[in-house]
C-alpha cells in the first residue's frame, strides 16, 4: 500500500462510520483526500492568522483563538486516526450487518458446482444417519445436498438474522438458530461438522475452533471448505468485503490450529476447491 492509498485510507475511515465494507474508486479517494487536504489547510491558514495578528497586536483574545484552533485541529486528527485503527478490527456487529444487507441477494450468486460440493461433503464424512452441524450456514446453500444424503438430522446456525430467516423459510424441516460460532453450545453433540465459504469471517478463528470442538462427537469429523481456491477467495475477500474477512490461512497454517482437537487427514487446495478436514480426538 502506498502512503497516498494509507493517506486516504486514513481520511477515508477514519472520517466516516459508514464506509467500511463498500469499495471506493481511486477518484473518489482521489478527490475525498484533496477536499480534506484543503480544509486542513484552511484550518492551519485560520490558526496561524490568528496567532499572528494576536503577536503583532497583542491580542489576547486573538490568541486564544489561534490556540484553540491548532488544539482542535490536532484532537481531531487524533480521532480521525482512532477511528481508523478501530474500522480496520473485525466487528461483530459489521459483520452481521454486512450479511443481513447481502441476504436478500445471496441465492442470487454463483455457487460452486456440484461435483466441488460432492468432493467436500465426501470427505467430511456426510452420509446416510449423520447428525451434521452446518456452521455459518446462510440461506442453506448446502442444505440441499445433505438432504439427498439422507443424513439424519440437520442443525444450522448463523450470525446473519436475515440469512437465517431466509434458510428458515426455505427449509423448515432444518433446525436454523441465529447464534454466533465462537459461543454457541448445544445440548447435543454431532457426528459432522462443516463450516463452509465462511472461516474468513471469524475475528478469533481459534475461538471458533476450540469451541465447536466440543459439539462433536468423539470420532466426528470436523470440515472447513471453500468452493473455489484460496487466491479466488483472498481475492474476492479483499476486493469487496475486506472490513468483514481475514485472509484465509493455508492448508499447512489451518491443520497446526486444528491439530489440539483433532487428527487433521484431509488437506487439499488446488484451483478449484480449498478444504482441511480431521475427526476428534
Ligand atoms: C460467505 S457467507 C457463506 C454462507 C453459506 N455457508 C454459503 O456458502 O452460502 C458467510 C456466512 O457466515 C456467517 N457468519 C459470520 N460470522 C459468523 C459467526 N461468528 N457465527 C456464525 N455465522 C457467522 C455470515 O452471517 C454469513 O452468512
Given at each position: 500500500m502506498d502512503l497516498l492509498e494509507l493517506l486516504s485510507d486514513i481520511v477515508i475511515y477514519g472520517s466516516s462510520?459508514?464506509?467500511?465494507?463498500k469499495k471506493i474508486s481511486s477518484k473518489t479517494r482521489k478527490r475525498i483526500l484533496v477536499v480534506f487536504i484543503i480544509v486542513s489547510l484552511c484550518h492551519i491558514g485560520i490558526s496561524a492568522f490568528c496567532i499572528f495578528w494576536a503577536i503583532k497586536d497583542k491580542s489576547i483574545i486573538l490568541l486564544v483563538l489561534g490556540i484553540l484552533c491548532v488544539l482542535l485541529f490536532i484532537y481531531n486528527a487524533f480521532k480521525t486516526i482512532e477511528k481508523y485503527k478501530e474500522a480496520q478490527q473485525m466487528n461483530k456487529e459489521i459483520i452481521k450487518d454486512f450479511f443481513d444487507n447481502l441476504a436478500p441477494h445471496w441465492d442470487n450468486e454463483p455457487i460452486a458446482d456440484k461435483e466441488i460440493i460432492d468432493t467436500i461433503l465426501d470427505n467430511g464424512g456426510i452420509k446416510e444417519n449423520a447428525d451434521v452441524l452446518d456452521v455459518?450456514?446462510?440461506?442453506?446453500?448446502l442444505f440441499p445436498y445433505y438432504l439427498e444424503r439422507n443424513v439424519k438430522s440437520i442443525t444450522a446456525i448463523d450470525l446473519s438474522p436475515e440469512m437465517v430467516k431466509i434458510a428458515k423459510s426455505k427449509f423448515p424441516q432444518v433446525n436454523v438458530i441465529c447464534g454466533d460460532a465462537e459461543s454457541i453450545t448445544f445440548d447435543r453433540n454431532f457426528d459432522c461438522i462443516v463450516i463452509y465459504n465462511?472461516?474468513?469471517?471469524?475475528?478469533e478463528p481459534e475461538k471458533v475452533i476450540s469451541n465447536l470442538s466440543k459439539s462433536l462427537k468423539t470420532g466426528g469429523r470436523f470440515t472447513i471448505a471453500h468452493g473455489m481456491s484460496k487466491k479466488e477467495l483472498d481475492e474476492i475477500h479483499m476486493k469487496s468485503a475486506g472490513k468483514v474477512s481475514n485472509i484465509l490461512p493455508d492448508c499447512d497454517n489451518l491443520a497446526k490450529m486444528l491439530e489440539s482437537y483433532f487428527n487433521v487427514d484431509i488437506m487439499i487446495s488446488n484451483e478449484k476447491m480449498y478444504q482441511v478436514s480431521g475427526t476428534k480426538k
Open positions: 462510520d459508514l464506509v467500511g465494507n455459518a450456514c446462510g440461506t442453506g446453500v465462511a472461516f474468513p469471517h471469524f475475528p
